[in-house]
């Protein structure tokens, strides 16, 4: 028989259920933040078959799916921990960067939907009804990353998936995004709030990233960083703040390593409540810091004596998204948010702000020094690292690890959405796409070439050009010049061929 075992660690009690729910509660006490019995032991992790394995979230869930061909994988996790090159721009002398975009769809968010989506495919009803999937744009927080792994698991997995987006909030799908959906098979359906109905002959499950199973699979980051690093974790570990569950989750399996023995030899736990607000065991462990952007709701928390209190009105979240570049932190109701303050708290670190310039110097630094190309939320562990240096949090001598969350490759639209808003277009290193795109009035810039149904966009300096160079050959200093005398050139002479050579 197929269960899954769970244990709570408010009211200490262990159960097991035979089947997936989007949400699994304590059947005694009714909380939602359950320990799930993974397989991890101190025996299993010293075993000849889990050195000999090759690393993948799966390294680190040896119980989970007792069915090895139920797992549904695209190779997730086993992602690099590398000395970074920014430590002698930012003054840190042992620097390494936790490279997450190395995940199947570019996230961190992969090792979860592995976890979640292989747990479904095992304990699916044989009913031979067909699966679908659903899944929900949260309203006035888009996260398209989520979406998009999602959608990717599902197709490997043979399930549908259908992606349910409230009317009004169809631009914070941008067209890259979408595309990726499409290709993945996904269906993608536009309600009015919450309305929508569902066949009663189908299987539904509806995906939901607070599951424990979810978060379990997320776990395998710091089961993973604790393996790279041969079970002596960093002084600090830095993580971007979105909704709180990767930092809880991070701060978990820490917790675990040390229960088990395998971190740090001279770590002491001590003694804690069983309450909900003491679910972290202070121990000396590595310090957690958050980063988080202006107006969301980890920035209005503020550290004073030890507690964080709120101290600013926050704005409606529609205003944060079109006003961030980072939108997957700008979260108004994070839904780990207390227990990543915890985590934060009991571990002796900080939650940093970060704003727009810190994040461009963050992406710009990534991809020049690491070659390392990241969205500017996934960059944000390294813009905040930069402050708590600044802040003298953290020295020179101490040993850092940055977590970087998501690639900026396949999910931003830099070109802008439907609406003219498109926060991250405003990042400077995407600002160098080609020019061409950038005109408003294409339709003076179209020109046919020989190749069929291909039209090339033009600016405006390279039309001139051109047509400068169609009335005669020329040098570049002479085009210069007449470019200067010619102003009324544009009007002159409206139409060009443009004709492609192999160079």
Known sequence: MVQLSFHCERCQKQFVVDKIKPVINCIECNNSNLCLYSGLTREYVNSKEFKNMIPSVWKYLPR???????????NEGGTPLRLSNISTEVGIRNLKIKDETRNPTGTFLDRGMTAEISTINWLKPPNGHQHILAGSLVQGTPNPSLAISLAAYSARAGFECELFVTRGNEWKLTPSS???????????SFVSGNKFSLPSNYYYYYINT?????????????????????????????????SGKHLYAISRSIKEMSELGL?????????GSSSSSNRHTKFNGPALHGITVSGSAAATRSHKNGDYQDDII??????????????????????YLEDAMAAIKN??????????????????LLASQDGIFASSSGASSVAGLIKLIQGNIIQS???????VTGSGIGISDPSGSSNGINPVARLKVLLAQNRIR?????????VKSHWDNENVYLGRTKRRILRLLDNKPDYAYSIHRRLLNDKDLEKKKPWICLHYINI
């Open 397 to 403: 001598d101490q040993n850092v690890v940055c977590i």
């Open 347 to 364: 571990s002796g670190g900080s939650v940093t702000k970060v704003y727009p310039n810190d994040l461009i110097k963050a992406v710009s």
């Open 178 to 188: 979408l595309f990726q959906l499409v290709s993945y098979g996904a269906k993608i």
């Open 263 to 271: 971190i740090n030899d001279d770590t002491e736990i001590s003694s």
């Open 64 to 74: 989970l799916v007792s069915h090895k061909d139920k797992i549904i994988s695209l």
């Open 314 to 335: 926050i704005k409606s979240s529609d205003e944060i998204v079109k006003t961030t570049i980072a939108p997957e932190l700008a979260l108004l109701a994070p839904s």
């Open 438 to 446: 950038k005109s408003n009035n294409h339709s003076a810039n179209k």
């Open 210 to 242: 607070t599951n424990p199973v979810f978060i379990g699979g997320l776990k395998t980051i710091g089961f993973e960083l604790g393996d790279q690093l041969n079970w002596k974790l960093p002084d600090h570990i830095i993580v971007p703040l979105g």
